[in-house]
C-alpha cells in the first residue's frame, strides 16, 4: 500500500495511523466495481470488515438509482448492502428538501431516484425550487427553456451533484453539473448543491453513523469529489489509484493504494487479524 504520509504532516508512529477508525465511507464506482463489473476482492473486503464491527457506509453520486435499487443493485452482485447502509444524491437531495420544507418543486430527475421524491408537491409551472438530476432524454429545448424562465422568475435552483461528465459507463456522457452550469450562467443564479464533494452529503452520511469525524474514513477513487468532499468536510480519506492522480483540485488523500484489499492495512494498527494473502477470511 502506498501511503501519503505527508498530505496532513502524519508519520508513521502517530496520527491516522494509530487512529481507530470505526467506519468507512465507500464510493461505488471505481472502488467497488468499474462499468458494472465487481473489482477484484472488493465483496470480501466488505464482507471482512463488516465482520469486525466496522460501521459501512456507500455513498454515490447517482441520481437515477434509489438507496434501494442501488442496494439490491450491489446484492445482485454479491454485496451484502442493506438500503439503510446507502447514501444516494437523490435520496440526499431529497433528505434537503424535506429540511426547506418547499411549497412546491419540480423535480427534473428519470429513473429510481424518483421514488425518494415522494410526498413532494410537484409543480412544473409555479415551482419554488427546481430541483436537477439526471433527466436524460428530458433535457430538451422545452424543458431546458421552459425551467430558465421559472429561474428568471424568482424559482431557486438546487443541483443532486455538480459532476460535468459521467465516465461510469463506456462512453463519456453529459453529467448533471453541465446543464446545472449552463442554467446558472443563463439566469445569472446560483445553484445550491447537494452530491460530493459537498459538505451536506457527508454530514446527512456522519449522522447515520454515529461517530465522530476522526474515527471515519472515506475510500474513493476521485480527488474532485471524493478526497476533496472528505478534506474539506475533515475526515481522512483513502485514493484508490486509477490511472494518473489529477491533483487539479488541490486537494490530498492521507492514504493512497491500488486496489481495495490495500485498505485493510489502514486498519492494521487498529485490528490484530488482518488478512496476510490469498482470499481474505
Not at 4 to 32: H, P, S
Not at 72 to 83: D, H, M, N, P
Request: proline letters at 2%; glycine letters at 10%.
Amino acid at each position: 500500500m502506498r501511503l501519503n504520509l505527508a498530505a496532513r504532516g502524519l508519520d508513521a508512529a502517530g496520527g491516522t495511523m494509530n487512529q481507530a477508525f470505526k467506519g468507512v465511507i465507500f464510493d461505488i464506482d471505481g472502488v467497488l466495481e468499474f462499468r458494472g463489473r465487481v473489482l477484484p476482492e472488493a465483496v470480501e473486503t466488505i464482507d471482512w470488515l463488516r465482520d469486525k464491527g466496522i460501521v459501512l457506509r456507500f455513498l454515490t453520486n447517482s441520481t437515477l438509482k434509489s438507496r434501494e435499487s442501488c442496494a439490491q443493485e450491489l446484492r445482485e452482485k454479491g454485496f451484502a448492502v442493506s438500503y439503510e447502509e446507502v447514501i444516494t444524491a437523490s435520496y440526499a437531495t431529497a433528505v434537503y428538501l424535506r429540511e426547506l420544507r418547499p411549497r412546491s418543486c419540480w423535480i427534473m430527475l428519470e429513473g429510481e431516484g424518483l421514488a425518494e421524491f415522494e410526498g413532494f408537491q410537484q409543480d412544473m409551472e409555479n415551482p419554488e425550487y427546481i430541483v436537477i438530476g439526471d433527466n436524460r432524454s428530458r433535457f430538451d429545448f422545452e424543458h431546458l427553456n421552459k425551467a430558465l424562465r421559472l429561474l428568471l422568475g424568482g424559482a431557486r435552483l438546487i443541483a443532486m451533484q455538480g459532476e460535468m461528465v459521467d465516465t461510469s459507463q463506456r462512453e463519456v456522457e453529459l453529467n448533471v453539473g453541465s446543464w446545472v452550469g449552463m442554467l446558472e450562467r443563463a439566469a445569472g443564479v446560483e445553484a445550491t448543491y447537494v452530491g460530493k464533494p459537498n459538505r451536506y452529503v457527508f454530514e446527512l452520511t456522519l449522522r447515520t453513523m454515529g461517530l465522530e469525524k476522526r474515527e471515519v474514513v472515506m475510500v474513493g477513487d476521485s480527488v474532485s469529489t471524493d478526497i476533496k468532499g472528505a478534506s474539506e468536510f475533515g475526515i481522512a480519506s483513502i485514493l484508490m489509484r486509477r490511472g494518473e492522480i489529477d491533483e487539479g483540485d488541490g486537494a490530498k488523500p492521507d492514504f493512497i493504494c491500488d486496489c481495495i484489499r490495500d485498505v485493510l492495512g489502514v486498519f492494521s494498527t487498529c485490528h490484530s487479524e488482518l488478512p496476510t494473502s490469498g482470499r481474505l477470511i
